[in-house]
């Protein structure tokens, strides 16, 4: 398909490529008819624009002939004295752009931010410079008009942002926009709420008085209604500190609404809510099956707005084997670093759910304690039988249902199961009965209720007299969960059949959930055959004893209630199979680690993912129940599941996971791949040295075996822990070693893999013939193969030598290619590191959308908790700015990035960070200092910055000849890491040398 440009130098491309236009009147005849695409234009019209001295009709047609044959004699039709381009009107940027507008303004009125967010974000992405920027007079209206629609959009991004719960980070921003354009409103709007959100009440009031006066002064108008109602919202502070919309769409966390009935908790969730408004830690209490989750969420459902989100933590698959903050991190998405989830929380205001704490109180209590300590807006609303007995804990005890709440919880269930039922005269008393002897417990309740599909109520109340005097034993030890559920849940299961009851002992072997491959897994185990365990399946779920958790992809996880399912493991010990159980549980899970390590090397590589991120919790507990009772089947589990870690990026969490099952018992080969893997996943997380002690453990495993394939795997992990060094003569001698048996054997995956490991060392090299070539093989070993992770880092690579090249037009495309699989792949991370090279690629080219993709990777790391990133994306965003004259914008981003190296501890680009601060600054003893610690660090980022500022000081201070001397210094440090800064970056020399050229 063809498409028009104008948005900027004029551009036309039919399915992605560009295509060539006679420059000149032809290339400005196009840009007419496109602005008016599918309408005739006049022949006067046309002659009138394009030319001011009277012109023949043959002229125009010249022309006309000379752009059908670059486009397609099709595409300029000649229709009613006139001519028209015969495109659909969004192959025209400024007509997309246009509606886009329009969509996001409506959406914005609406209510639908997210949606507006989205609609103006992806509008600003047309524009690559100014409209019509190659036409001649003619354009004018249109030019106005589009930068009108440009106009729009940024004020439906920012409003976006902002009413999304935006405020500090946008202030820089909107200050730059309010100076560049004061008139807008829109703007001043933003800034107004941003500043208030940030906590500079008084500046927000004294920017209102700004743009008032402007108006005034300049339209003699005064403020519109939006301004003005912010501003009386100001005086009398009712302004939201998050955001002031319920935007479902497209806002963070995992929160989904309970299914079922809820009843007579009302009264409970205005508590909770009032509870959470006053202080930041809130427990609900009450025994098992009191309704303590379901109440949680209900609850947080109105506190959605968090910017951060709401995220529900659930503790019933932990058994205190993995740290409880690993969970967390996990759950939010963050990279599995304590560092990357305080960063986290800090970054947006954030609810946690930490569901069913009883069984791990004092870890959990830890964990709150310290998580609220590091991240002041965060807010944590814990269920659990008892208190974490933290002193900042208010506590919220969840009663029992009233009786006339319990009889109509039972009558509404016991209608959702028979439509039959009715309740009269003499089942009434029957109904009363089975509510008081169940206690108001609405889990009880409800299986109780499940029974009338088959039991008449005064049976079910008969039941009871049976089953439950352990609920009116004063003198039982037992915990409330027992004393109030055990009777209650005893029943339902003495109801069962032998195979149903199997059903539920398989199933109580899986921490977090199972699948229905896994479940038939353990019950073969148990003697159970796959015909009959789908029907027992099906009957639990009948009668509510297990619930049914629905994935994306229409796939499904079954789980048993935590009460139903530590009840089923004590009938599962008493029953003597637990053993045999537990094996058949581990022998699943062995087997789906065998199927992972089969697909992740492949097109299969995302459902991989998937499977091991759900099955977290269980692969945990195998492994411990291996490290156990089966420690060499254990090793292999984790070997099997270890490249999926790899790709997943969890780095020293999976290493330590994998270290501990290594046993002297196990085969060598086995405890070879286990060190070699953990060597990869130390070395990504940057634990160099941890990562070659590995290596030493694989190499001595590997002495007495001359099998050439394993010596081949050990120089593939060896290249890779070598580039993390900074080692490129090793990197390349060892990826070299690894191909060179790689195509011996015909292993197209391994060859691939070393072929990139070698290419990534002769970049490191500068030897970027052979990286190319190294990188060209790999990518076509790869793409009939189908791994997404290698191809991600192979376009990187491209992306590498393309920009080592100077080809930043090659090296953009392969980075957003590479940003674009990483994210529709779950490498979020990956992601956002690509999406900030390309952004830096974008800078170094000169292109207006810089700042932008800057912007979005800082988003993206963000997301993902990596706070280096975050910082490092910034500083290169702060360079932006400068080299725009944007000085003040500049230091607030630098200023942000030392708050956070100075509470991380210092980090990579924390030095360079201090030196471009410094010279924004114009402190000449800070420069001083810093030059001083990046010559004894040997950082010639930091050197060079630092002589062209002081440079630049001198100049303007009237000393030539030192700022000559500085200069050339740092002239000759610059050349010899030209790899890393860029001539755009020194815009201190760029002044200097201009002043010397006026001085001189």
């Known amino acids: 398909m063809l498409t028009v440009g104008v948005l900027g130098p004029l551009e036309v491309q039919r399915d992605g490529q ?80 246009t509606r886009l507008a329009q969509q996001s303004t409506a959406a914005r009125h609406s209510g639908e931010l997210a949606r507006c967010l989205d609609q103006a974000g992806e509008g600003l992405r047309w524009f690559r410079g100014e409209p019509l920027v190659d036409a001649g007079l003619w354009a004018a209206p249109y030019r106005s008009r589009l930068k009108e629609v440009r106009l729009q959009l940024m004020e439906d991004l920012v409003a976006a942002r902002v009413g999304l719960g935006a405020g500090s980070e946008l202030v820089g921003e909107l200050q730059d926009l309010t100076r560049s354009y004061p008139l807008r409103e829109g703007f001043w709007a933003a800034l107004i709420i941003a500043l208030y959100r940030a906590g500079r009440q008084a500046e927000a009031l004294t920017a209102y008085q700004q743009v008032r006066r402007l108006l005034i002064d300049e339209l003699g108008v005064e403020p519109g209604p939006e301004l003005q109602s912010i501003h009386k919202d100001l005086l009398q502070q009712r302004v939201s500190r998050a955001a002031d919309t319920d935007v479902r769409r497209g806002r963070p966390g995992n929160l989904t609404l309970p299914v079922g009935l809820t009843v007579g908790r009302g009264e409970d969730i205005t508590a909770v809510l009032e509870a959470m408004h006053s202080s930041r830690l809130v427990s609900v209490l009450g025994a098992a099956g009191v309704g303590k989750t379901r109440l949680a969420m209900l609850v947080t459902d109105q506190v959605r707005h968090a910017a951060g989100g709401v995220w529900f933590v659930r503790l019933d698959g932990a058994d205190g084997t993995v740290p409880l903050w690993q969970l967390v991190a996990e759950t939010l998405h963050v990279r599995v670093e304590r560092g990357a989830l305080r960063d986290r929380l800090n970054g947006a205001d954030t609810v946690l759910v930490i569901d069913n704490c009883e069984h791990l109180v004092a870890p959990a209590a830890a964990l709150v304690e310290s998580l609220l300590a590091e991240a002041p807006g965060l807010r944590v609303l814990a269920t659990s039988q008892v208190p974490l007995g933290l002193a900042t804990e208010v506590r919220h005890q969840l009663a029992p249902l009233s009786h006339d709440d319990s009889v109509a919880l039972f009558t509404a269930r016991a209608g959702q199961t028979r439509r039959q039922f009715a309740i009269d005269a003499q089942v009434e008393g029957a109904v009363d009965l089975v509510c008081r002897r169940l206690d108001g417990l609405p889990l009880a309740i409800e299986l109780a209720a499940a029974r009338v599909r088959s039991l008449s109520v005064h049976e079910i109340a008969r039941r009871l007299d049976d089953r439950f005097a352990l609920l009116t034993d004063p003198t039982s030890a037992r915990s409330d969960r027992h004393r109030t559920l055990a009777g209650a849940i005893g029943w339902s299961y003495d109801l069962l059949f032998p195979d149903d009851q199997r059903a539920l002992w398989a199933l109580a072997c899986f921490a977090g959930g199972a699948s229905l491959d896994g479940i038939l897994a353990v019950l073969a185990a148990l003697d159970v055959p796959a015909i009959a365990a789908v029907d027992s399946i099906a009957r639990l779920v009948d009668r509510s004893l297990l619930t049914i958790d629905e994935l994306p992809g229409g796939n499904v996880r079954y789980r048993l209630l935590d009460s139903i399912r530590v009840f089923t493991l004590d009938r599962l010990a008493e029953s003597r199979l637990a053993h045999q159980a537990a094996a058949g549980w581990a022998e699943w899970y062995a087997t789906l680690g065998r199927w992972c390590e089969e697909h992740v090397r492949t097109r299969g590589q995302l459902e991989v993912l998937t499977v091991v991120r759900v099955e977290r919790p269980n692969i945990d507990a195998v492994l411990g129940w291996c490290a156990e009772h089966r420690p060499e089947l254990g090793l292999q589990i984790a070997d099997d599941f270890g490249w999926a870690w790899v790709v997943l990026g969890e780095g020293t969490a999976a290493a330590a996971r994998i270290r501990a099952t290594q046993h002297e018992d196990a085969a060598d080969e086995d405890r070879f791949r286990g060190h070699l893997l953990a060597a990869w996943l130390e070395a990504s997380a940057g634990n160099v040295a941890i990562a070659a002690d590995d290596l030493t453990q694989a190499r001595t495993l590997l002495e007495p075996d001359p099998d050439e394939r394993l010596q081949a795997q050990l120089a593939q992990h060896e290249a890779f822990v070598a580039i993390q060094q900074g080692d490129a003569e090793h990197t390349v001698a060892a990826a070299s070693s690894a191909a060179a048996v790689a195509r011996r054997h015909g292993s197209d995956w391994d060859l691939a893999c070393s072929l990139l490991l070698g290419a990534y060392g002769s970049i490191m090299r500068g030897d970027l013939d052979k990286a190319r070539t190294d990188c060209e093989e790999a990518m076509m070993l790869l793409a009939p193969i189908g791994d997404p992770w290698g191809l991600v880092h192979g376009q990187a690579i491209r992306a590498a030598i393309a920009q080592a090249e100077h080809r930043f037009d090659d090296a953009a495309r392969a980075l ?45 790391a963000v997301a993902v908790g990596d706070g280096r990133l975050a910082a490092s994306t910034r500083l290169q965003l702060a360079r932006w700015h400068r080299s725009r004259g944007a000085d003040g914008v500049a230091l607030e981003l630098l200023e942000q990035n030392q708050r956070w190296y100075l509470a991380a501890g210092g980090g990579d680009y924390a030095l360079l960070n201090e030196a471009l601060a410094a010279a924004i600054r114009s402190d000449i003893g800070e420069l001083r200092a810093v030059l001083a610690r990046g010559r004894a660090q040997g950082n010639a980022e930091v050197v060079v910055h630092c002589l062209d500022a002081l440079a630049r000081l001198a100049a303007t201070s009237g000393d030539p000849a030192e700022a000559s001397v500085l200069l050339t210094e740092a002239d000759a440090v610059a050349a010899r890491v030209a790899y890393l800064l860029d001539p755009v970056d020194r815009t201190d020399a760029v002044q200097a040398w201009l002043k010397l050229g006026t001085t001189g």
């Open 18 to 97: 560009r295509v060539p236009v006679p420059t000149g009147k032809p290339a400005e005849l196009l840009a007419r008819l496109a602005v008016d695409v599918g309408r005739s234009v006049r022949v006067e019209v046309l002659l009138d624009d394009l030319w001011s001295e009277p012109t023949a009709r043959n002229t125009l047609q010249s022309k006309v002939s000379m752009l059908r044959r670059a486009l397609g004699r099709d595409l300029i039709r000649a229709s009613d004295d006139g001519y028209l381009l015969d495109l659909p009107p969004d192959a025209v940027d400024a007509t997309v752009a």
């Open 816 to 860: 957003l290619d590479a940003a674009d699989t990483a994210r529709t792949s779950g490498f979020a991370g990956q992601a956002a590191l690509h999406r900030a090279n390309l952004a830096r690629v974008q800078h170094r080219a000169g292109l207006d959308e810089a700042p932008t993709t800057y912007k979005q990777a800082i988003d993206e």
